[in-house]
């Protein structure tokens, strides 16, 4: 017989990093970061606190956590496809969409952008980059200015998450920033009253296509 008394199996050992995480990303897409605590994640995972901190750090680690799983899967889900460029278009989109269904995380990119989410970003672009031509000794600044880009559109999203801006009043608060650019005098600032009607009436999806494009025509190499 062991004389030795048995230790009780420890609680945290019920759960898994990954449940936490899934519980942190059902918690940050109902009621946003502000609400997100270990506690409040504690009464979801009907555990204690003591137990989240036994598989993640702090709340800096789970936002982490969780913005490199969402864009996991959402580049999981592009299709690499033939051409580099459709392969490009993919993953950005990927990113975009992503963003769109969880505005959080287009905070934490604008807020971190040199976290782990961003590597399997940097690595899947600079492969396309490369198979699309462009020189190695060009390769990290075509990768960077496109990320940036996808970074930009990120702020953006978190920007209007802040604010809660809905849908339904997208037309309302494009036509008031209109309004307030075009009080300017048109002959100091003619090209913001040309283009007036466009920010009043662009979709945020057509001109970020639109605008990759641009970038992707960019980095093809002259022949």
């Known amino acids: 017989m062991d004389p030795r008394p048995k230790t009780p199996e420890r609680r945290e050992d019920a759960l898994s990093k990954e449940r936490i995480v899934a519980s942190a990303i059902g918690l940050l897409d109902e009621e946003g970061e502000r609400a997100l605590t270990f506690r409040a994640l504690a009464n979801r995972l009907s555990t204690g ?21 969402v864009l996991s899967r959402a580049l999981a889900e592009t299709a690499g496809g033939s051409d580099p460029a459709d392969a490009l ?3 950005a989109l990927g990113v975009f969409d992503a963003i769109e269904a969880h505005p959080w995380v287009g905070t934490q990119l604008a807020r971190e952008p ?7 970003v940097f690595e899947r672009s600079s492969a396309q980059f490369d198979r699309l ?3 190695r000794g060009s390769l990290f600044y075509c990768v960077s200015a496109f990320v940036q880009y996808l970074l930009g559109s990120a702020a953006q999203t978190a ?18 920033i209109v309004e307030r650019w075009t009080r300017r005098d048109p002959g ?3 090209f913001v009253h040309l283009l007036a009607e ?26």
Not at 114 to 120: C, G, I, L
């Open 198 to 223: 466009q920010v009043r009436t662009h979709d945020e999806r057509e001109a970020f296509l639109a605008g990759l494009d641009l970038i992707l025509a960019g980095a093809k190499p002259a022949r």
């Open 159 to 176: 920007a209007a998450a802040r604010h809660k801006f809905r849908a339904s009043e997208r037309p309302a608060v494009l036509a008031a």
């Open 133 to 135: 031509g462009v020189p």
């Open 49 to 69: 606190s003591g137990a989240i901190y036994w598989h993640i750090p702090d709340k800096d680690a789970l936002l982490s956590a969780a913005t490199e799983t």
């Open 114 to 120: 040199w976290q782990p989410a961003m590597v399997e």
């Open 89 to 91: 278009r993919a993953i």
């Open 188 to 190: 100091e600032y003619p």
